[in-house]
C-alpha cells in the first residue's frame, strides 16, 4: 500500500486485495488516521465491483452507521447507516456542505463508496471548513456566531422529500415528539403539508482539535443557489414563503444574492476536486470537511455510509 498525500486530500493505493471489505478492516487505523491528518482520503484500487461489495465497503469503514433524520432529498436505504447518494437531477449541483449540519446529532464520518462512475462530471469535491471560514468576511462570520443560521422546510405530496419519509414514520404524533425533542418549530397545513423551522450553529468545533470549522447548509439551500428556472417556478407554484427549503440569518433576516454568491465563491476556491474511478473510497471528516455533488452524465452509483454520531 502507497500513500500520497495532496494537503485536504490524502491518497492511498490499496494494490492487490482479493476483498475491499477485509482490506478495509485490516487498514482501518490507517486509514482514520489520514482522515485525521488531513480531512480525506481516496483510496484507489479496490476491487468493488458490485453494490454489495460497497455496501461491505462502506460498513468496514463506518462499522456502527447512523440513520438519516430530516434528508432533503431521497435516497434508498441498505441498513445500518448506508444508503444510495441523494436522488437529485443529476444536471443539478448539489453545492458545498457538511452532511445534516441542520440536524442536532450529525454523523462525524462519511464514506462514499464507487460502484459505477459516471461518463462524465459527477465529481465528489472537498473543501476545508477551516480555511473557508478564515476567508469569509469577518462582519458575515460574527453575525452568524452571534445569531446562527436558519433553516425553513415546506413538505409537500408534490415536490422534494415527504415529510414521513425524512422523518421516518407516518405518526404526526412521532414527528411533532421528534420536532419538540429538536428544536424544531412545526406546523401542520392542510391534509398533508407541514411546515418546520431551526436555528443552527453556523460555526462549531472540531469536536478533537478545537478547531473553528464553517458547518453549516447556508449556501447549499438556501433559494439564490437553485437554478434560477427552477426558483422561478417553485416561487409561482407554492409562493416565496413556502419554497422546499431556504436559509436565512439566524434573527430571520433573508440573505441576499451576493452574500451567497460569495459563499460559494470562496468554496470554489478551497475546492479540491478528484474524478471517480471504479472501486474508489472516499472517507471524509464530516466536520472539517465539506463536500458537494457535482453535475454528471451518464449513469453513476456510489454508496455512502453515515458513522460516529456526534451531537452538537
Same mark, same amino acid.
Request: with cysteine; proline share 6%; charged share 25%.
Given at each position: 500500500?502507497?500513500?500520497?498525500?495532496?494537503?485536504?486530500?490524502?491518497?492511498?493505493? *490499496?494494490?492487490?486485495?482479493?476483498?475491499? *471489505?477485509?482490506?478495509?478492516?485490516?487498514?482501518?487505523?490507517?486509514?482514520?488516521?489520514?482522515?485525521?491528518?488531513?480531512?480525506?482520503?481516496?483510496?484507489?484500487?479496490?476491487?468493488?465491483?458490485?453494490?454489495?461489495?460497497?455496501?461491505?465497503?462502506?460498513? +468496514?469503514?463506518?462499522?456502527?452507521?447512523?440513520?438519516?433524520?430530516?434528508?432533503?432529498?431521497?435516497?434508498?436505504?441498505?441498513?445500518?447507516?448506508?444508503?444510495?447518494?441523494?436522488?437529485?437531477?443529476?444536471?443539478?449541483?448539489?453545492?458545498?456542505?457538511?452532511?445534516?449540519?441542520?440536524?442536532?446529532?450529525?454523523?462525524?464520518?462519511?464514506?462514499?463508496?464507487?460502484?459505477?462512475?459516471?461518463?462524465?462530471?459527477?465529481?465528489?469535491?472537498?473543501?476545508?471548513?477551516?480555511?473557508?471560514?478564515?476567508?469569509?468576511? *469577518?462582519?458575515?462570520?460574527?453575525?452568524?456566531?452571534?445569531?446562527?443560521?436558519?433553516?425553513?422546510?415546506?413538505?409537500?405530496?408534490?415536490?422534494?422529500? +415527504?415529510?414521513?419519509?425524512?422523518?421516518?414514520?407516518?405518526?404526526?404524533?412521532?414527528?411533532?415528539?421528534? #420536532?419538540?425533542?429538536?428544536?424544531?418549530?412545526? =406546523?401542520?397545513?392542510?391534509?398533508?403539508?407541514?411546515?418546520?423551522?431551526?436555528?443552527?450553529? +453556523?460555526?462549531?468545533?472540531?469536536?478533537?482539535?478545537?478547531?473553528? #470549522?464553517?458547518?453549516?447548509?447556508?449556501?447549499?439551500?438556501?433559494?439564490?443557489?437553485?437554478?434560477?428556472?427552477?426558483?422561478?417556478?417553485?416561487?409561482?407554484?407554492?409562493?416565496?414563503?413556502?419554497?422546499?427549503?431556504?436559509?436565512?440569518?439566524?434573527?430571520?433576516?433573508? /440573505?441576499?444574492?451576493?452574500?451567497?454568491?460569495?459563499?460559494?465563491?470562496?468554496?470554489?476556491?478551497?475546492?479540491?476536486?478528484?474524478?471517480?474511478?471504479?472501486?474508489?473510497? /472516499?472517507?471524509?471528516?464530516?466536520?472539517?470537511?465539506?463536500? =458537494?455533488?457535482?453535475?454528471?452524465?451518464?449513469?453513476?452509483?456510489?454508496?455512502?455510509?453515515?458513522?460516529?454520531?456526534?451531537?452538537?
Amino acid at each position: 500500500m502507497s500513500e500520497q498525500l495532496t494537503g485536504l486530500l490524502a491518497r492511498l493505493d *490499496a494494490g492487490p486485495c482479493p476483498d475491499a *471489505a477485509s482490506w478495509i478492516s485490516e487498514h482501518r487505523t490507517r486509514i482514520r488516521d489520514s482522515v485525521a491528518a488531513h480531512g480525506a482520503v481516496l483510496v484507489r484500487g479496490l476491487p468493488i465491483g458490485d453494490r454489495a461489495a460497497a455496501v461491505a465497503a462502506v460498513r +468496514a469503514v463506518i462499522v456502527d452507521g447512523m440513520a438519516e433524520r430530516e434528508a432533503f432529498a431521497p435516497r434508498d436505504s441498505y441498513g445500518g447507516g448506508v444508503y444510495s447518494s441523494s436522488h437529485w437531477p443529476a444536471d443539478q449541483p448539489m453545492c458545498m456542505h457538511h452532511e445534516l449540519s441542520y440536524v442536532t446529532e450529525v454523523p462525524r464520518l462519511l464514506a462514499f463508496a464507487c460502484v459505477t462512475p459516471p461518463v462524465a462530471g459527477g465529481v465528489t469535491a472537498v473543501a476545508d471548513a477551516r480555511a473557508v471560514l478564515r476567508d469569509l468576511p *469577518a462582519d458575515l462570520v460574527e453575525r452568524f456566531e452571534r445569531h446562527g443560521w436558519r433553516l425553513t422546510r415546506s413538505y409537500n405530496p408534490l415536490v422534494g422529500t +415527504a415529510w414521513q419519509n425524512a422523518f421516518g414514520t407516518k405518526d404526526r404524533s412521532e414527528v411533532e415528539r421528534y #420536532c419538540e425533542n429538536n428544536g424544531l418549530e412545526a =406546523s401542520w397545513q392542510g391534509d398533508d403539508g407541514l411546515v418546520t423551522t431551526q436555528t443552527r450553529a +453556523a460555526v462549531v468545533a472540531h469536536p478533537d482539535s478545537g478547531d473553528r #470549522c464553517w458547518f453549516n447548509q447556508i449556501a447549499f439551500l438556501n433559494e439564490w443557489t437553485m437554478d434560477p428556472e427552477v426558483r422561478e417556478f417553485l416561487t409561482h407554484e407554492f409562493g416565496s414563503e413556502c419554497l422546499p427549503f431556504n436559509t436565512f440569518f439566524g434573527d430571520g433576516s433573508p /440573505l441576499d444574492r451576493k452574500t451567497v454568491d460569495h459563499i460559494n465563491e470562496v468554496y470554489e476556491r478551497h475546492t479540491v476536486r478528484e474524478p471517480w474511478q471504479r472501486g474508489d473510497l /472516499l472517507v471524509v471528516d464530516n466536520i472539517r470537511t465539506a463536500h =458537494s455533488r457535482e453535475p454528471y452524465r451518464g449513469a453513476r452509483e456510489i454508496v455512502v455510509g453515515l458513522g460516529e454520531p456526534l451531537r452538537l
